[in-house]
């Protein structure tokens, strides 16, 4: 029997090991007894022109268990007085061993003692006998001083040779250890291949004889692995074919497979695979450099296991085999896992029955993704108690799922779990596309239990696991570390090897997920929102009217799609809008409480019957814990009745105005932004070359020496618009003090998505609410996707500094500004040389002088600066556009709008010349979008600064257009 060569999967290559026979006849030159130790360190055998083989003389059988151990089976009689087992070079020439100063080799068996010989090119040879081998358990070590050893720069070969004197018995075994046989083949993994599939269903157990401590997991009908101990002896599973029942041996043909493709992952250097058929011919092959976290493919070519004798046609059993020169130093203990398609079902099964609600999960578990799925395996999570697992041809790609995690995975040291013995059955509910999904609960210990969730089907289906079968199987309850949601294409049946499957289970974490703001049913509510009140998402209203939009749920005369905009609760009759009464004195004041990302805006009316209803103060946007409020006047003229409208944004508005710039490293010359409004930019990026990009909000100013924070403790959920062609995005928050809490947007499509992130997140990770610094949007080429390097991507939200670039047109009539007229005023701050004019109430102008810096312009004022108490501003918000006529030396000149709260909005006029004017139409939507109140604007500005000169000259005049204002 020989070692064969595999191939992996990058090509197949053969290797033959030559057979011989050493003459045991030459002169003995001298005999020593050689006593055991307890313990050593084997002898490594140099490669001297070739591995070291071992050989068989009158052998009745021997196995090479790998480079370092083989075992030899005697049966002696008298017509065959001794056996043997040698070590010899292919090429059996002589070898010089000087360079070892002592021999140490390991022996165990049943002998009581065995005879290694040193034989010389001229046959004399120097014997040594290793006695006690069989007085008492274990291994144990001889120490040969190669001094002794006569020539030991002429060795040919090493006999080990039993005779019925030596060994006290006619029957029998010994194991030898010494280290650097011809038993491996130096290969590197691959990282893909195609599983086989063998036939026949075949059991998978430990393998006979393995250590007792070897413990077989049987994980899917793809998958196995085994925790091995090798300190001493070995370990391993068995594919097996053979029915150990009966009295016959059963065997499998795997003669159509040409080759058996396998993947392996786990802790040992190598794993040795048997393949046995029912003569008991056996081939051995070794799997080196199986060492990884991740799965190495191997290729068995089925032509070599024949040429070694074995029937392929009539396979009895796969063995895999790990010792502890095949685990490798440190790797004693551990496990590994084998892949091979076509397995049954693992053996341990639960069944579970309809039970609902799901259960609560304690200690907020983190949910990801599988660990050694399929790549292309895509776990989101929308929600605290919803997840949901996509899987694509999972046919040749393993399995899929996702996992509810206890453990903290970055603690390497620590087993992290959760105690879940107060429940007396775990609930799920699933539904999707596989007919099957196959539960795991593991335990910090390695204990694992299997469940099979039977008949999931598109409605959601909930099944319960009872605690007393998980505990029965062997499961501690009081130490759960994961629950895996597994399918294969086993479980998925025939015709969904894609798809996805989604479970409920409450009281997950969002660590590594944002929610998308998904609507299954279509009835306008969120699934998140419809979950965080026990509705149900599937049910637009046409099971149950109380579930859709215009149900009440609470019965309170809201329905719920309008306490959803409120931000009021659809299942408590008592949570209402916040909106009051108070008296203020001299005056009445109509109120409301804001619960975040909401417009509200106040409205007057004389008659609840035919009254017109009239706006009055200001709209604005309202975070947690802000107020807006109207006030009545002391002589009771604006008594009457009030309302409030809220408009619930899409988006979250920021509550300043921050800058955005592009992030590249090595790829930022590459990396471009533009910006359709204040609320909509893009990204182009291309990341062929790696590095990363992105864009950076920040609320800093980096022109000065202190760091400008922005407070966002009155905001509750934030939500983004994103789109585009990256898989992913990855996110981070910055604090003044550098705290960074990272996250990943998942998902994205050309389509535009709402991602909301819950800001306890952000304070769970550490960061100072009070004090944002800056919020990164950002990808590498993973999380593009080595398939999109080059894209863009698209976020929406509001209130970003950007500039409004409006339309010009040849001719037109300009927007008279109501209610009027605002003064005009010179810009504060500008260059003393400029100055300004106005002729009428249509035109202003000013001069300006930009040559050493600075800037120049005009002030429109609604504010009166007779009266130092109240600041007047002026209502534009019943116009859709402002349109000004503009002309002057100056390329382009900037126009600002800044409202009662010193919210400002940009534009720019551009490509002006001093021929003509020139018409641009802003549109008030812009304004808006960048959160400017248009029903109380204090000051619309024209300014020019060098950056604006363009092709125009450094000194000049500029002409504005306009109307309404104050001659």
Known sequence: MKVLNISRLCGIGVAVVALGVAPLHAEILGTYDVTPLSTGTITTLPDLGGMPQVNPINANDYIVHSHSNFTSFYQLSPTQGFEAVFISWPDFLARDLSGITEFVIGVTGTPDSVKVEFERTDGDKTVFNLQNVAGGAGVKYYTIPSALVSNVNEIKAIPMVVDEGLAGNTSGWFSVLVDGLAYQITATGQTTGTLSSVPGLPQVITLGGANPGTEVSHISTSEFSFVYDVSSGFAGATILFDDFTTGTNESQDLSGLGNLVLAVTGTPSGIKVEIDDIYTNRAIVILEGTASDTFQYFSINLAEVEQEGVDISQTRFINFVVDAALAGAGNEAGAAGIMIHGLPQPDLRIGAEALAPSSLMPGCPDVITLGGAATNTLVEQFSTGRFQVVYQSITGNLFTGGTILFDDFGTPDTNESEDLSSLTGVVFSVRGDPGRVKVEFEDAFGNRVNVFLDDVGDGFSSYTVPATGLVERGLLMTHVRFINFVIDNGLAGAGNETGFFEVLSAGLCFPNFVFQQLDTDGDGLPDYWEELYGLDFLDD??????????????????????????????????????????????????????????????????????????????????????????????????????????????????????????????????????????????????????????????????????????????????????????????FEFVDAATNIVRGTYRSLTNDMRLYTLPVTYLEQGGLDLSSVRLFNLVLDQESAGFDRLTGAFAVRTYGLDYTIV??????????????????????????????????????????????????????????????????????????????????????????????????????????????????????????????????????????????????????????????????
């Open 541 to 730: 209203g046409s099971v149950d009217p109380d579930q859709g939009a215009m149900g009440d749920a609470d019965m309170d005369g809201t329905d719920n799609y309008s306490e959803f905009i409120a931000g009021t609760s659809p299942v408590d009759p008592s949570s209402g809008n916040g909106m009051d009464i108070l008296d203020a004195g001299d005056r009445l004041e109509a109120g409301i409480d804001g619960v975040g990302q909401r417009t509200y805006r106040f409205y007057q009316s004389s008659s609840l019957l035919t009254g017109a209803w009239e706006k009055v103060g200001r709209t604005r946007t309202l975070y947690a814990g802000q107020r807006l409020s109207v006030s009545t006047n002391a002589d009771g003229a604006s008594m009457g009745f009030y309302m409030c409208d809220i408009t619930r944004l899409d988006v979250t508005p920021l509550p300043e105005r921050p800058r955005i710039n592009a992030v590249g490293g090595s790829t930022e010359e590459s990396t471009t932004l533009t910006q359709d409004s204040g609320r909509t930019f893009h990204c182009a990026y291309n990341l062929v070359t790696g590095g990363i990009a992105g864009i950076s909000i920040t609320f800093d100013d980096f022109g000065t020496p202190e760091i400008e924070t922005v407070d966002m403790t009155g905001i509750t959920d934030f939500t983004i618009g994103l789109s585009g062609t990256p898989r992913t995005l990855k």
């Open 806 to 967: 409006p339309a010009g047109v040849g001719t037109g009539t300009v927007t008279i500004l109501p209610p009027g007229p605002p003064q005009v005023l010179d810009l504060g701050g500008a260059n003393l040389a400029g100055n300004t004019g106005q002729h009428g109430t249509t035109n202003l102008f000013f001069t300006y002088d930009v040559s050493t810096g600075g800037y120049d312009g005009v002030t429109a004022s609604y504010d009166d600066p007779g009266t130092t108490n109240v600041v007047e501003t002026g209502d534009l918000s019943g116009l859709t556009t402002v349109r000004f006529g503009a002309r002057g030396h100056a390329e382009r000149v900037r126009v600002e709008f800044v409202d009662i709260d010193n919210r400002k909005a940009v534009a720019e006029l551009g490509s002006l010349s001093t021929a003509s004017n020139l018409y641009f139409d802003i549109a008030t939507q812009d304004l808006e979008d960048n959160t400017l109140n248009l029903s109380q604007v204090h000051l619309i500005t024209f300014a020019v600064e060098p950056d604006l000169i363009g092709t125009g000259t450094a000194t000049g005049r500029i002409d504005i257009i306009t109307g309404g204002l104050a001659p």
